[in-house]
T-cell receptor
Framework: LAKTTQPISMDSYEGQEVNITCSHN???????ITWYQQFPSQGPRFIIQ???TKVTNEVASLFIPADRKSSTLSLPRVSLSDTAVYYC?????????????FGKGTTLSVSS | EAGVAQSPRYKIIEKRQSVAFWCNPI?????LYWYQQILGQGPKLLIQ????????DSQLPKDRFSAERLKGVDSTLKIQPAKLEDSAVYLC???????????????FGPGTRLTVL
């Protein structure tokens, strides 16, 4: 499975756009990129998943360059409630018996 | 739609005792996962079931941990005997089965916080 590297922590203020970049130099052809969010005392929650270019949903955008060796999760206009740990995961289809591996994630702290 | 249910929410035991956790996944989800999350770390997959069959248990310490998913619905995770280093949050998650290459969205339960004294 491709290994991922992301910053341990980031700080932001309310109303700002936050971009969290994840490096995955050894990503394989069939790998998808998935991001989860985790609040204290809760289980992780799926945010977004993509394969290439750009994916957008009601919560975030995911930017993936052509070489797919990195990806950027973009959170528009963050609020205090976006303070959480964000995990970047890379893997191929679960049908191969391979599960996604969670690293330590990026702890995002949003201040007023 | 009801979420993933887990019980108990908290458990405190002495080392060398045994403990069991229960998980009820979202209705219709064929895949069930058990994770261990130690404070300050990301979740670590212990075992993955597809219906009532094991897909991946490569990181399950089989000398003390066991899990089953009878009838492909509810699941139990057991630790016997517990060690101090087993203190963690045990998360259960479930997902649909997808035909394509994407990883299906996993829905997590609230977890069980285990403290081993």
């Amino acid at each position: 499975l491709a290994k991922t590297t992301q910053p341990i922590s980031m700080d932001s203020y309310e109303g700002q756009e936050v971009n969290i970049t994840c490096s995955h130099n050894n990503i394989a052809t069939n790998d998808y990129i998935t991001w989860y969010q985790q609040f204290p005392s809760q289980g992780p929650r799926f945010i977004i998943q993509g394969y290439k270019t750009k994916v957008t949903n009601e919560v975030a955008s995911l930017f993936i360059p052509a070489d797919r060796k990195s990806s950027t999760l973009s959170l528009p206009r963050v609020s205090l409630s976006d303070t959480a740990v964000y995990y970047c995961l890379v893997g191929d289809s679960w049908q191969a018996g391979t599960a996604l591996i969670f690293g330590k994630g990026t702890t995002l702290s949003v201040s007023s | 739609e009801a979420g993933v249910a887990q019980s108990p929410r908290y458990k405190i035991i002495e080392k060398r005792q045994s403990v069991a956790f229960w998980c009820n996944p979202i209705s219709g989800h064929a895949t069930l996962y058990w994770y261990q999350q130690i404070l300050g770390q990301g979740p670590k997959l212990l075992i993955q079931f597809q219906n009532n069959g094991v897909v991946d248990d490569s990181q399950l310490p089989k000398d003390r941990f066991s899990a089953e998913r009878l009838k492909g619905v509810d699941s139990t995770l057991k630790i016997q005997p517990a060690k101090l280093e087993d203190s963690a949050v045990y998360l259960c998650a479930s997902s649909y089965r997808l035909a394509g290459g994407q990883h299906p969205e996993q829905f997590f339960g609230p977890g069980t916080r285990l403290t081993v004294l």
